[in-house]
Structures are given as structure tokens and as C-alpha cells.
């Protein structure tokens, strides 16, 4: 009770709220309570809701195109992935800002530790590793200068798993563990995933449907050893969620779709005419919320029900 009466007192000065979801929307992400989820996209405006009936509590305005969003576990802090120099941690209590130390081409790629304690981005080509107070700790290099799609930290373990042309592993320290070609063809891989037992992860390729390039969903051992490859989807995998306990994920693509931990595929939802971007679950009420590119924000069920949407 005591974050939730924090917050209000934030929300009243010196913000304003708008009653659209916004165009271009990249990302969602519910918080750690299951309070609040947060979107954002091309049009430079964070906005926050209660989840419970969606409405929106907050919008505020950043300086940049928002390419991923990811709270805190354990804390407060929002971080913000933009598509320049100017990402950076947003207080969801104060409404403080806190700048990225040394942020030079802005990306996509941003993922907490376990712990809650550090954070790793992906700036264009490389990864940078800061503390929970903005401040850059490391940069691990790239050989080549192609972009970095996203990044997820291992469930309990200093070990990054990073995409882009390929997927590749490092440790927290630098390290490089593994470089793994996903496929002969050349799509990018937009979205990793860790599972919750940190024993496999999935992945989620582009795909050129058109080209007769079917879109792969991806299950990887922990030292890189491909296990299992889904085919189905007629748009890229833009995002990968598990729920807490690992027995779902749930990608955003052409639809919303729930698999269990081995793969089968459980529920669809959506009409397939438009591409979802972002997926995320509250544990608490065991709903999803997604945002569209197109600028619709919609809450579902765990059986890819439409419960709540908005455009």
C-alpha cells in the first residue's frame, strides 16, 4: 500500500494524461506487483495503467523513439531502451530520471540481472553493463558492427543472452561462452528468451514468408544446442514472455500465441491481420497484456481470450 499511495502523490504534479494508446507502440511491460503496466513507441510518450481495468493513470513525455521497456525486479525503476544516446532509468515512484552513462547509438536490447542489481543494454553493436544508479560498469565488444535485436539475463546465473544475425552467450565479465547460427538462411533473430529454470531458451526469428522463408520459433540448450524448431507464424517474433512459473510462453507475432514449456502450441488469439510488438504477463491475475504496432492496446486471459481492448 505504502508504493501505491507513493505513486499517486507523483502523479499529480506537472504530467498530463492522454486517453489514446498511442501509434507505434513497441513495448509493454507490467510491473512487478501487477499494478501497473507501462507502453511505450514512436511517439516519445511513456504511459502508464492500472492493469486491473486498464485505464490510464499517466503519460509523460521522454526525448526519444522508445524501442523497449523493462521494470526493475524487486524495485521501482523502469528502464528505458530508446533508438539514441538518451536512454535511461525512470523512478516510477519520484518520477526521476537517471541518464545511461555513455550511451553512444541507442538500441533495442535491455534486460535486468536476477537480483535486480545491474543492467545490460544493447547499444547498436555492443553491450553495456551498468548499476542500478546509471553508471556504466562495462562494454563488451562486438567483431563486427551489425545491430544487436535484444537481450535477456539468465534466471539466476552472470550470463547473457544476446541476438541479432546470429545468438550469442557471454558471461557478465566479457567472457564470450557461444556464437550459434540459427538457420542458413540470413534473418535476423529479434527476440531471446531465458526459461525460468534457466535450463533452455527460445528464440524468435524475422522469417520472410513471402520469400518462402517461414519464421522459426527456437529451443536452445543452455551451452547453445538447438533441440527444437516450431514453424506457424506468418509475421516475425517480436517478443517472448514466460509466465512466473514457466509452464506458458507467450510470443507476439502475426498473433498471440500460449505454448507450454515443451512446445505445444495451447491457445491462439487475434485475426492475424495485425502485428503485435510487445507481450507481457502478470503473474498475479494470470492475464497478458499486448501492444500492436498500429497503436491498440489489449488485455487477455491465459487462453489468448480478448478481454479489454483500445485504439
Same mark, same amino acid.
Given at each position: 500500500?505504502?508504493?501505491?499511495?507513493?505513486?499517486?502523490?507523483?502523479?499529480?504534479?506537472?504530467?498530463?494524461?492522454?486517453?489514446?494508446?498511442?501509434?507505434?507502440?513497441?513495448?509493454?511491460?507490467?510491473?512487478?506487483?501487477?499494478?501497473?503496466?507501462?507502453?511505450?513507441?514512436?511517439?516519445?510518450?511513456?504511459?502508464?495503467?492500472?492493469?486491473?481495468?486498464?485505464?490510464?493513470?499517466?503519460?509523460? /513525455?521522454?526525448?526519444?523513439?522508445?524501442?523497449?521497456?523493462?521494470?526493475?525486479?524487486?524495485?521501482?525503476?523502469?528502464?528505458?531502451?530508446?533508438?539514441?544516446?538518451?536512454?535511461?532509468?525512470?523512478?516510477?515512484?519520484?518520477?526521476?530520471?537517471?541518464?545511461?552513462?555513455?550511451?553512444?547509438?541507442?538500441?533495442?536490447?535491455?534486460?535486468?540481472?536476477?537480483?535486480?542489481?545491474?543492467?545490460?543494454?544493447?547499444?547498436?553493436?555492443?553491450?553495456?553493463?551498468?548499476?542500478?544508479?546509471?553508471?556504466?560498469?562495462?562494454?563488451?565488444?562486438?567483431?563486427?558492427?551489425?545491430?544487436?535485436?535484444?537481450?535477456?539475463?539468465? /534466471?539466476?546465473?552472470?550470463?547473457?543472452?544476446?541476438?541479432?544475425?546470429?545468438?550469442?552467450?557471454?558471461?557478465?565479465?566479457?567472457?564470450?561462452?557461444?556464437?550459434?547460427?540459427?538457420?542458413?538462411?540470413?534473418?535476423?533473430?529479434?527476440?531471446?528468451?531465458?526459461? /525460468?529454470?534457466?535450463?533452455?531458451?527460445?528464440?524468435?526469428?524475422?522469417?520472410?514468408?513471402?520469400?518462402?522463408?517461414?519464421?522459426?520459433?527456437?529451443?536452445?540448450? /543452455?551451452?547453445?544446442?538447438?533441440?527444437?524448431?516450431?514453424?506457424?507464424?506468418?509475421?516475425?517474433?517480436?517478443?517472448?514472455?514466460?509466465?512466473?512459473?514457466?509452464?506458458?510462453?507467450?510470443?507476439?507475432?502475426?498473433?498471440?500465441?500460449?505454448?507450454?514449456?515443451?512446445?505445444?502450441?495451447?491457445?491462439?488469439?487475434?485475426?492475424?491481420?495485425?502485428?503485435?510488438?510487445?507481450?507481457?504477463?502478470?503473474?498475479?491475475?494470470?492475464?497478458?497484456?499486448?501492444?500492436?504496432?498500429?497503436?491498440?492496446?489489449?488485455?487477455?486471459?491465459?487462453?489468448?481470450?480478448?478481454?479489454?481492448?483500445?485504439?
Amino acid at each position: 500500500m505504502k508504493y501505491l499511495v507513493i505513486l499517486i502523490v507523483w502523479i499529480l504534479p506537472g504530467y498530463f494524461t492522454q486517453s489514446s494508446p498511442g501509434k507505434d507502440l513497441w513495448s509493454v511491460t507490467i510491473d512487478p506487483t501487477g499494478r501497473y503496466a507501462a507502453t511505450g513507441g514512436d511517439d516519445r510518450i511513456i504511459r502508464l495503467y492500472q492493469t486491473k481495468d486498464m485505464k490510464l493513470i499517466q503519460s509523460f /513525455p521522454v526525448h526519444s523513439m522508445i524501442r523497449r521497456l523493462a521494470w526493475q525486479p524487486y524495485g521501482q525503476l523502469l528502464a528505458v531502451a530508446t533508438n539514441d544516446q538518451h536512454m535511461h532509468l525512470r523512478n516510477m515512484v519520484t518520477g526521476d530520471s537517471i541518464p545511461l552513462q555513455g550511451i553512444e547509438y541507442g538500441g533495442r536490447g535491455i534486460t535486468w540481472s536476477y537480483n535486480g542489481k545491474f543492467l545490460a543494454v544493447t547499444d547498436n553493436h555492443l553491450i553495456k553493463i551498468f548499476n542500478e544508479k546509471g553508471q556504466w560498469i562495462r562494454t563488451i565488444q562486438k567483431e563486427d558492427k551489425t545491430s544487436y535485436f535484444d537481450i535477456d539475463w539468465h /534466471p539466476s546465473k552472470n550470463v547473457l543472452l544476446v541476438s541479432g544475425d546470429d545468438i550469442r552467450l557471454y558471461e557478465m565479465s566479457g567472457k564470450k561462452l557461444a556464437i550459434l547460427k540459427h538457420r542458413e538462411e540470413h534473418t535476423g533473430v529479434l527476440s531471446v528468451e531465458w526459461h /525460468p529454470s534457466g535450463q533452455f531458451f527460445v528464440s524468435g526469428d524475422y522469417g520472410h514468408e513471402e520469400e518462402g522463408i517461414p519464421t522459426l520459433l527456437q529451443y536452445w540448450t /543452455p551451452e547453445g544446442k538447438l533441440f527444437k524448431t516450431i514453424k506457424g507464424s506468418k509475421m516475425e517474433y517480436r517478443d517472448l514472455q514466460w509466465n512466473q512459473d514457466g509452464s506458458l510462453l507467450a510470443t507476439a507475432s502475426d498473433k498471440l500465441r500460449i505454448w507450454t514449456k515443451d512446445g505445444e502450441l495451447k491457445y491462439e488469439g487475434g485475426d492475424g491481420k495485425e502485428n503485435l510488438w510487445g507481450v507481457s504477463w502478470n503473474d498475479y491475475s494470470k492475464e497478458l497484456v499486448t501492444v500492436y504496432f498500429t497503436g491498440i492496446l489489449e488485455k487477455w486471459n491465459s487462453k489468448a481470450v480478448s478481454l479489454q481492448r483500445f485504439d
